[in-house]
């Protein structure tokens, strides 16, 4: 049982009322007749359109692509799409693509055009999908790997003997991790704070080894999406690639936008998931090593201090210790603030970019997500 408190509740209630006043007014002002002086609905109209909408209404489900593809199978899926009233689908590359049909290859590519000529042929709709799997942003590894120094980064809380050294002594501190401060714990002991790469991954579009015996995932490097440069490296290797490749798609408006799907700062790394229901259907190439703990980490880029400053008047670096512990208004004060400035960031940096680019590219794709 969900209990609501009276403020819900009247939030709720709020919204009820703006949501059937808006409907009342749509259905009201497409179909009133303006012949009709009296105004009343043409309820023939509204019944037939129920009950066959107009193809702009269409639901655009999901459409899986994670098996081989023939241009046989694609076209036959497109006709039972439309045979059962569905004029438009989302192509999304999944788990299950053999590994000669990757991420942006031609082989891939060919596909889609595929597609979207037998969608334009039946007057129907497509969204792409801007990911080889999920979340976005990383453009299946290939912004990484044009610059390492695109990976997500993090701050990274390590607590220390008295000898200055990891008291979890299976953490080794990398040649590419950046001390940042250190602070006393409660107990009396040490911490330190790294700025250091998450080793975040995203999902892979290949299974690896052989699929009869509980295979691997291909398991990609995520980018950095608080990293304007990452993020126009994404956009240069998926939205403009698309739009070099079906720019007549996107002008004769078979293409209605790009899909982005729950971009994640720091992705995840699958390989520390403890619960077993969901590491024996997500296996991986980081398999779960008991004698290794997980280690407290939070988004970070390079001038969120500056940031923070900016926007609250204060630094950020004498409270750190608050972004991992503490329950006083204090500590909770500094998160709500740490991650607001990240939502800011995120909207500025991922959000807005892809948005300016398909505001700035003529005729070109609506974001979406």
């Known amino acids: 049982m969900i209990i609501y408190d009276s403020k819900v509740k009247r939030r709720i209630r709020a919204v009820a009322i703006a949501v059937s006043f808006c409907l009342f007014t749509f259905f009201f002002l497409r179909y009133s007749s303006p012949q009709d002086t009296d105004n009343r609905f043409d309820l023939d109209r509204l019944e037939r359109e129920f009950q066959n909408p107009p193809r702009e209404f269409t639901l655009m489900p999901f459409w899986f692509w994670n098996d081989d593809l023939t241009k046989e199978k694609i076209a036959s899926q497109i006709a039972d799409f439309e045979n059962h009233g569905v004029y438009g689908f989302t192509i999304h590359p999944r788990i299950g693509l053999p590994e000669d049909t990757g991420w942006m290859s031609p082989k891939l590519i060919d596909a889609m055009r595929f597609a979207l000529e037998e ?40 607590d220390l003997d008295p000898d200055g050294t990891p008291r979890d002594k299976t953490i080794r501190i990398g040649d590419d991790w950046n001390f940042v401060s250190e602070y006393t714990l409660p107990d009396g002991g040490k911490a330190a704070v790294y700025d250091a790469p998450s080793r975040g991954v995203i999902r892979g579009l290949h299974y690896l080894g052989d699929e009869s015996k509980q295979p691997g995932e291909f398991s990609p490097p995520a980018s950095d999406l608080l990293n304007p440069e990452a993020v126009d490296a994404f956009i240069r290797l998926v939205y403009q690639r698309f739009y070099d490749e079906f720019e007549d798609y996107f002008r004769d ?36 090593d008991p004698d290794k703990k997980c280690v407290p980490v939070v988004s970070w880029c390079d001038d969120l201090e500056d940031r923070y400053r900016e926007a609250y008047g204060e630094d950020l670096r004498p409270h750190l210790q608050s972004l991992f512990t503490g329950d006083d208004e204090s500590d909770k004060k500094v998160r709500r603030q740490f991650w607001s400035l990240l939502g800011e960031l995120d909207r500025e940096r991922y959000y807005g970019q892809i948005r300016d680019f398909c505001h700035e590219t003529p005729k070109g794709p609506v974001a979406s997500g």
């Open 253 to 288: 408006g078979v293409i209605v936008g790009i899909f982005t799907d729950e971009p994640s700062m720091m992705a995840a790394n699958l390989g520390i998931i403890q619960e077993e229901h969901i590491r024996s259907r997500v296996p991986t190439e980081d398999p779960l």
């Open 119 to 158: 969608a334009r042929k039946r007057n129907m709709f497509v969204l792409l999908y801007d990911e080889g799997m999920y979340p976005s942003g990383s453009s299946a590894g290939q912004v990484v790997a044009e610059d390492p120094s695109f990976a997500a980064r993090g701050f990274i809380k390590i």
